[in-house]
């Protein structure tokens, strides 16, 4: 018989304890990780924009603006990803990424549908909204299933 896929593992690790019962709280603390994700990333963005405008004023327009979204992310990636590897489930920073995805994918379907009568307005926000709001979560989204894919093959090695 094949072992569990990543997936069903990281399911599993979220929505039973031990003794196969549901409990709850990992979704409320994995909700509450993507609030303090999303703090951290407006916090990066709002200190970072700056300096870094000065810093990148000699490179092209489209390295700039790149460089202008993955700094700040990454840098406010790294420290949920060093917490990934000492914490008991790592799967909840995966799953608060996901929250987090799902919260910035739900929040531009809402704007999307209020600003239908306004193509400026709506052609503003995508520009920029996409930049710094959607990247920064399917980033860490990607990078922390990276890890916890490492993390669990470890793991399952050291059994």
């Known amino acids: 018989m094949r072992g569990k896929s990543n997936l069903s593992l990281f399911v599993d690790s979220l929505m039973h304890d031990d003794e196969g019962r549901m409990r709850t709280s990992p979704f409320l603390f994995s909700f509450c990780i ?17 300096p870094l405008d000065n810093l990148l004023v000699s490179l092209p327009s489209v390295v700039a603006s790149v460089l202008e ?37 739900a929040l531009f379907i809402l704007v999307l ?6 193509r400026e307005t709506m ?16 980033l860490g989204l990607a990078l922390s299933w990276t890890v ?10 050291e059994k």
């Open 69 to 105: 979204v993955i700094a700040p992310s990454i840098l406010c990636i790294i420290p949920f990803l060093l917490c990934m590897r000492r914490m008991k489930k790592p799967g909840m920073i995966v799953s608060a990424f996901l929250w987090a995805t799902g919260i910035v994918v």
């Open 34 to 50: 993507s609030i303090l994700f999303f703090m951290a990333l407006f916090l990066s963005l709002s200190f970072l924009m700056g």
């Open 148 to 157: 916890y894919r490492k993390e669990e093959r470890r793991r399952q090695s």
């Open 123 to 138: 052609a503003f926000f995508l520009q920029y909204g996409i930049s710094m709001l959607l990247v920064p979560p399917i």
């Open 113 to 118: 549908l209020k600003l239908s009568d306004e």
